[in-house]
């Protein structure tokens, strides 16, 4: 049997759509996302493509006014254009006929969403074969110098939620759900001040958990426009510490 065609590069979107629950069966029923409800926010998410859907033209927690719903243009990479292109249509999809873009050297098709946004999904013919590359880069592991390794776990741990995977008297491994952090001693080999950005759900549930708990909040959350919401917190050593949700 051959393997169910997917989309193989990462998209992160945020999309405007007029009715939620219409959208929800078009991307889950029609195009094969699979949709899930975080705290009313949607998120549809097919391989590593993830498009966040919510009935205002704004971060759904950026708390702008609503603007006119405006048509967008996405792109997919898919790992077999003309399955992809037969799964649509057969799941009651109106696909366009694939045809060869030699400026780019892709075949791609595209297919509108209830609310007029344009989705294109190609596959480069210059190389049919490429299969891309195992991932090299799994995780990173930031290094944060602090004075006190005990207290600064304790508020690692007390304030931001981490809990401790080891510690020993210069180092606490700190972990957070797929975040991993190192707290070292500060020495004449480790000074200054560290930084570190971590992506997250939901910048401002995050943001209320924080507050509540005394963090050194530097402001509240702030929605920039190239597609991040995020906030920065001061650990006790003044390391920076930014919390950033995508969401376009």
Known sequence: MAPKPT????????????????????????????????????????????????????ASSSGDAPRPLKPAILFFETSDVDAMHAAIHARGGAPSEPEKVNLIKMQMFQVRDPDGHTLWFGQSYDKPDWVPAAPMMLKALPQLPVDDVAAAVTYYCDVLGFHINYQQGDLGVMDRDKITVLLIARTDRHTGIGSAY???????????????????????????????????VLDPARNQIWFGQPFE
């Open 7 to 58: 989309i193989v590069a990462p998209v992160m979107r945020f999309l405007a759509v007029a009715d939620p629950a219409r959208s929800t069966l078009f991307y889950r029923d029609v195009l094969g996302f699979e949709v899930s409800d975080h705290a009313g926010l949607l998120e549809a998410v097919c391989g590593p493509a993830r498009i966040q859907l919510s009935p205002h033209d704004c």
């Open 198 to 232: 971590v992506y997250v759900e939901n910048a401002d549930a995050l943001y209320a958990e924080l507050q509540a708990k005394g963090a050194a909040l530097q402001g509240e959350p702030v929605s920039h426009p190239w597609g991040l919401r995020d906030f920065l």
